[in-house]
């Protein structure tokens, strides 16, 4: 089973940029379908992107054109990289893999805190 320990959250201006990574441990990462999520203050988590084992990309509305999902398999790591942010990306930002042969094989990150305010 995958370990995942996210990193690179923080307090950043309106209009900012800030890149999340994602280390993975413990299994082939180049198989994982690796997402991110994201969960505001008395929200529902909710997916902000999505890059698959074969590097297809999905993003979210509320983040496209902004945000920028990446992976490196050599470094066993996937990135969120966030541009233009907003007040309103302000939540706790979580790492997620499934296992692409198995997809009920599935690890969350314990999350990493963004918080966009002036």
């Known amino acids: 089973q995958v370990q995942l320990v996210e990193s690179g959250g923080g307090l950043v201006q309106p209009g900012g940029s800030l890149r999340l990574s994602c280390a993975a441990s413990?299994?082939?990462?180049?198989?994982?379908?690796m997402s991110w999520y994201r969960q505001a203050p008395g929200k529902q988590r909710e997916l902000a992107a999505f890059?698959?084992?074969?590097?297809?990309?999905t993003y979210a509305d509320s983040v496209k054109g902004r945000f920028t999902i990446s992976r490196d398999n050599a470094k066993n790591t996937v990135y969120l990289q966030m541009n233009s942010l907003k007040p309103e990306d302000t939540a706790v930002y979580y790492c997620?893999?499934?296992?692409?042969?198995?997809?009920?094989?599935?690890?969350w990150g314990q999350g990493t805190q963004v918080t966009v305010s002036s």
């Open positions: 997620y893999a499934i296992d692409s042969r198995a997809p009920r094989n599935s690890t």
């Open positions: 890059i698959t084992s074969d590097f297809d990309i």
């Open positions: 413990g299994s082939i990462f180049s198989i994982y379908h």
